[in-house]
């Protein structure tokens, strides 16, 4: 493909793909098949890796994420973002009401909203495209966090119709239920603490380091609130309806999740429905939000000095109810990590039944200083996970006993161990204790490590019992009589299984590394030690100092990769792993051209078009060498903005020439 055809054929892509995507995740009306999109999306992947100029910040593939972020810059808000007051009952909303009457002349009309449990957003759109997103922040001023939510599909990158030039959209972006389930489900299979609400889940991804995380966790966005479009339409109401053919997913007022109204009356029956109904949304909210309509009747009305006059927040009552603690359990998950659990007196709660609450840690329980037997007071925290909130003291009987927290694993009787700056304790036999010896063999065969098909966790359970394995290494001895031998497992299942194994062997070493389940080496930091590193090899005998000089690793990571190694009985699961023939180092891809060979780059600072790694991935695919420090061997200095002033002056003193991203771009053409 010459540049002609590619410049053709990106367009052709990006078109189809952002009206592929708009039809999926704001319309849910699909036309294709996920496949089919994934398949257009990676062939535009391959061009733009080919030609890198041609890469935009508003192609489609920076939906997938990869960008890193080391700090989110401050940005002051154009227009404040203030809060709104609150109100728990129909006499206040009427008292609000009554107060809006008496300050403007003729009738209101009020615009009822669902109140969005999730993160407030303010993005900036100049001539169709994305340009900025900033957070609430204080109100006054927010985190810049564009390259997350550039990855949030039902956000658009660029606009259709006929939009300003230059106006900014404000919104909630929230975790849908489904999705914060299913993270919390992989996180109990990893033997990670799981997250506690949505909300806060949405709030800690969105200021994620790594943009590719933050893809992956499926955020979602309802997008109401237009401002400096001057008199688009008369009200608020009417604005939120036309912004829906630019492009963007607003309310669904079908689904009346927004709705006009003229009196007091309407506004209770729309809280009065979603206060009875809310349980049956995809999403949490925590009430509703009233307007005033027309916005000359807001400007009437006007502010004061923490939120406008012209709105209010109808808050729901969270739903509490009151149960015996019958006893505590401890689990153990894949790590150690030791989870108390209360098994509780059935009650009813939000619609299910509830029989247990999660007691997060030690530090949880001595808080809530329980007792056996108490009358403990249950709320579902972010109406998923039911917790305990408190103790009903009057009920409590003078001799009941105060639960304890417990010295040894539960399972393998190991003495606990409490890392200092940690609220979990941890059972530190993590080779010897069966349900992390079963955790880490069910994360290792999981989609992201090594994807074995034809074994879950119900088969790694029998496998385990039945004492035909007991790491990961045991897998690759696994055979054909071994595995029909097993209740209930045919000879079609028992040839996907073993076959399902030796596929496993052709996975990439970053997927090797990352199956092997060393504390603090996720997905994205597995990548980074395999490209910084090379090798399983390189990796074991690394020294503090060389495993911190990879891009993204700190103390705590480094720590915890010698920890691993040091262990005997982990260094002989590797060299088995070795022995059957897994990928334990970097393959090299074939390089794009040799116009960078035997020429060393250090990238520093934020640049433009291309994010730090796929600059360096640039540098690697047509022959040169990234390094870590700025040296007399250094022969370039790739420098973006903010790049530290030190690392400027030491480059500028060695004489080393200093590029700029335009330069690099002019350096690889030639």
Same mark, same amino acid.
């Given at each position: 493909?010459?540049?002609?055809?590619?410049?053709?054929?990106? $367009?052709?892509?990006?078109?189809?793909?952002?009206?592929?995507?708009?039809? &999926?995740?704001?319309?849910?009306?699909?036309?294709?098949?996920?496949?089919?999109?994934?398949?257009?999306?990676?062939?535009?992947?391959?061009?733009?890796?080919?030609?890198?100029?041609?890469?935009?910040?508003?192609?489609?593939?920076?939906?997938?994420?990869?960008?890193?972020?080391?700090? %989110?810059?401050?940005?002051?808000?154009?227009?404040?973002?203030?809060?709104?007051?609150?109100?728990?009952?129909?006499?206040?909303?009427?008292?609000?009401?009554?107060?809006?009457?008496?300050?403007?002349?003729?009738?209101?009309? &009020?615009?009822?909203?669902?109140?969005?449990?999730?993160?407030?957003?303010?993005?900036?759109?100049?001539?169709?495209?994305?340009?900025?997103? *900033?957070?609430?922040?204080?109100?006054?001023?927010?985190?810049?966090?564009?390259?997350?939510?550039?990855?949030?599909?039902?956000?658009?990158?660029?606009?259709?119709?006929?939009?300003?030039?230059?106006?900014?959209?404000?919104?909630?972006?929230?975790?849908?239920?489904?999705?914060?389930?299913?993270?919390?489900?992989?996180?109990?299979?990893?033997?990670?603490?799981?997250?506690?609400?949505?909300?806060?889940?949405?709030?800690? !991804?969105?200021?994620?380091?790594?943009?590719?995380?933050?893809?992956?966790?499926?955020?979602?966005?309802?997008?109401? +609130?237009?401002?400096?479009?001057?008199?688009?339409?008369?009200?608020?109401?009417?604005?939120?309806?036309?912004?829906?053919?630019?492009?963007?997913? @607003?309310?669904?007022?079908?689904?009346?999740?927004?709705?006009?109204? !003229?009196?007091?009356?309407?506004?209770?029956?729309?809280?009065?429905?979603? =206060?009875?109904?809310?349980?049956?949304?995809? %999403?949490?909210?925590?009430?509703?939000?009233?307007?005033?309509?027309?916005?000359?009747?807001?400007?009437?009305?006007? &502010?004061?000095?923490?939120?406008?006059?012209?709105?209010?927040?109808?808050?729901?009552?969270?739903?509490?109810?009151?149960?015996?603690?019958?006893? *505590?359990?401890?689990?153990?998950?894949?790590?150690?990590?030791?989870?108390?659990?209360?098994?509780?007196?059935?009650?009813?709660?939000?619609?299910?039944?509830?029989?247990?609450?999660?007691?997060?840690?030690?530090?949880?329980?001595?808080?809530?200083?329980?007792?056996?037997?108490?009358?403990?007071?249950?709320?579902?925290?972010?109406?998923?996970?039911?917790?305990?909130?408190?103790?009903?003291?009057?009920?409590?009987?003078?001799?009941?006993?105060?639960?304890?927290?417990?010295?040894?694993?539960?399972?393998?009787?190991?003495?606990?161990?409490?890392?200092?700056?940690?609220?979990?304790?941890?059972?530190?036999?993590? /080779?010897?204790?069966?349900?992390?010896?079963?955790?880490?063999?069910?994360?290792? @065969?999981?989609?992201?490590?090594?994807?074995?098909?034809?074994?879950?966790?119900?088969? /790694?359970?029998?496998?385990?019992?039945?004492?035909?394995?007991?790491?990961?290494?045991?897998?690759?001895?696994?055979?054909?009589?071994?595995?029909?031998?097993?209740?209930?497992?045919?000879?079609?299942?028992?040839?996907?299984?073993?076959?399902? *194994?030796? $596929?496993?062997?052709?996975?990439?070493?970053?997927? *090797?590394?990352?199956?092997?389940?060393?504390?603090?080496?996720?997905?994205?930091?597995?990548?980074?030690?395999?490209? +910084?590193?090379?090798?399983?090899?390189?990796?074991?005998?690394?020294?503090?100092?060389?495993?911190?000089?990879?891009?993204?690793?700190?103390?705590?990571?480094?720590?915890?990769?010698?920890?691993?190694?040091?262990?005997?009985?982990?260094?002989? @699961?590797?060299?088995?792993? @070795?022995?059957?023939?897994?990928?334990?180092?970097?393959?090299?891809?074939?390089?794009?051209?040799?116009?960078?060979?035997?020429?060393?780059?250090?990238?520093? +600072?934020?640049?433009?078009?291309?994010?730090?790694?796929?600059?360096?991935?640039?540098?690697?695919?047509?022959?040169?060498?990234? /390094?870590?420090?700025?040296?007399?061997?250094? =022969?370039?200095?790739? $420098?973006?903005?903010?790049?530290?002033?030190?690392?400027?002056?030491?480059?500028?003193?060695?004489?080393?020439?200093?590029?700029?991203?335009?330069? %690099?771009?002019?350096?690889?053409?030639?």
């Amino acid at each position: 493909m010459n540049r002609k055809e590619a410049i053709t054929r990106v $367009a052709e892509l990006t078109s189809s793909l952002n009206r592929h995507n708009h039809l &999926y995740y704001v319309e849910s009306n699909p036309e294709i098949s996920d496949y089919d999109f994934d398949m257009m999306l990676n062939e535009l992947q391959k061009i733009e890796l080919e030609f890198p100029d041609l890469v935009t910040d508003h192609s489609p593939t920076k939906r997938v994420g990869g960008d890193i972020t080391k700090k %989110f810059d401050t940005v002051i808000h154009k227009y404040p973002m203030l809060s709104l007051a609150n109100s728990y009952s129909k006499e206040e909303i009427e008292e609000w009401v009554n107060r809006a009457k008496k300050l403007v002349d003729g009738n209101l009309e &009020y615009v009822c909203e669902l109140k969005y449990d999730g993160v407030a957003i303010g993005i900036q759109y100049v001539n169709g495209k994305l340009k900025q997103a *900033v957070t609430r922040g204080d109100g006054t001023q927010g985190e810049n966090v564009t390259s997350n939510v550039k990855t949030i599909r039902s956000i658009p990158l660029t606009l259709q119709g006929d939009y300003p030039g230059d106006f900014e959209i404000r919104g909630e972006i929230f975790f849908p239920l489904d999705n914060f389930r299913k993270l919390n489900e992989q996180r109990r299979k990893n033997g990670d603490p799981e997250f506690a609400n949505p909300r806060n889940t949405a709030s800690g !991804t969105l200021k994620m380091q790594d943009s590719k995380v933050v893809s992956d966790r499926g955020l979602d966005c309802f997008l109401y +609130g237009v401002y400096g479009t001057g008199d688009l339409k008369p009200g608020h109401f009417e604005t939120v309806q036309k912004v829906a053919d630019w492009g963007f997913k @607003i309310p669904s007022e079908k689904k009346r999740y927004i709705e006009k109204t !003229t009196s007091v009356d309407g506004v209770m029956d729309f809280i009065m429905h979603w =206060d009875e109904h809310r349980g049956q949304l995809p %999403f949490e909210i925590d009430g509703i939000v009233i307007k005033v309509n027309q916005y000359h009747n807001q400007e009437e009305l006007g &502010y004061t000095a923490k939120s406008p006059r012209w709105a209010i927040a109808y808050k729901f009552k969270a739903e509490r109810v009151e149960s015996k603690l019958k006893s *505590v359990v401890y689990q153990v998950g894949r790590t150690g990590a030791i989870t108390p659990v209360a098994n509780l007196q059935p009650i009813q709660l939000g619609g299910t039944t509830v029989k247990r609450a999660s007691l997060h840690n030690a530090d949880q329980i001595q808080k809530l200083d329980l007792h056996f037997e108490d009358s403990v007071y249950v709320e579902k925290g972010g109406e998923i996970i039911p917790k305990i909130v408190g103790v009903n003291l009057n009920e409590r009987k003078p001799e009941a006993e105060t639960v304890g927290f417990i010295d040894q694993c539960p399972e393998c009787q190991t003495e606990l161990i409490r890392r200092e700056g940690e609220a979990q304790h941890y059972c530190p036999n993590e /080779v010897g204790c069966p349900p992390q010896k079963k955790g880490k063999i069910e994360h290792f @065969i999981g989609r992201k490590a090594m994807d074995i098909d034809g074994l879950g966790a119900e088969t /790694v359970d029998a496998l385990f019992e039945g004492g035909l394995i007991s790491n990961v290494a045991d897998l690759y001895e696994l055979t054909f009589d071994q595995v029909i031998g097993m209740d209930r497992m045919a000879d079609r299942s028992a040839n996907n299984l073993i076959d399902g *194994v030796k $596929a496993s062997k052709e996975k990439p070493f970053h997927k *090797v590394l990352f199956g092997l389940g060393i504390r603090f080496v996720g997905e994205t930091v597995a990548k980074k030690l395999a490209k +910084g590193l090379k090798s399983m090899e390189a990796i074991s005998k690394a020294s503090f100092d060389e495993l911190v000089a990879v891009d993204e690793i700190g103390d705590k990571i480094a720590m915890s990769i010698q920890e691993y190694f040091l262990d005997e009985r982990n260094r002989k @699961i590797v060299e088995r792993l @070795i022995a059957y023939g897994l990928n334990l180092e970097v393959v090299e891809k074939e390089q794009a051209s040799n116009v960078l060979e035997g020429k060393s780059f250090v990238v520093s +600072g934020v640049f433009n078009a291309f994010s730090r790694p796929e600059l360096k991935e640039m540098i690697e695919a047509n022959g040169g060498k990234n /390094v870590g420090s700025i040296s007399k061997k250094t =022969d370039f200095v790739l $420098a973006g903005d903010k790049m530290g002033p030190s690392k400027l002056q030491k480059a500028t003193d060695l004489g080393i020439k200093i590029l700029s991203e335009d330069d %690099f771009i002019a350096l690889l053409n030639e």
